[in-house]
């Protein structure tokens, strides 16, 4: 069973800077995806920014330039670090791993919340 370990929420004004970071139990190498989602209260669950099986990188529009995702393969860890954060970056952040194996199979964390303070 893969197990994502999220850290690093908290509660910022806005302008400051936080950065995530999400521990696989498991080597990051060969799966298919890997990054980090956010859900914030009466909305839907959706992409802040991701790794992609062939290597590119996917930032939702209302991030760029002020997030950036990177990887530790040797610590199996990937991390979010955001920067210029706005009250509308208020949501609980989760991590998400896709699996190559089984096909379709996903992993997610527990969720860190990072709260912005206007």
């Known amino acids: 069973q893969v197990q994502l370990v999220e850290s690093g929420g908290g509660l910022v004004q806005a302008g400051e800077a936080l950065r995530l970071s999400c521990a696989a139990s498991v080597s990051i190498i060969n799966i298919r995806a890997m990054g980090w989602y956010r859900q914030a209260p009466g909305k839907q669950r959706e992409l802040v920014a991701t790794?992609?099986?062939?290597?590119?990188?996917v930032y939702a529009d209302s991030v760029k330039g002020r997030f950036t995702i990177s990887g530790d393969i040797a610590k199996n860890t990937v991390y979010l670090q955001m920067n210029n954060l706005k009250a509308e970056d208020t949501a609980v952040y989760y991590c998400?791993?896709?699996?190559?194996?089984?096909?379709?199979?996903?992993?997610w964390g527990q969720g860190t919340p990072v709260t912005v303070s206007a």
């Open positions: 790794f992609t099986g062939l290597g590119n990188i």
């Open positions: 998400r791993l896709d699996a190559n194996w089984p096909p379709g199979r996903v992993y």
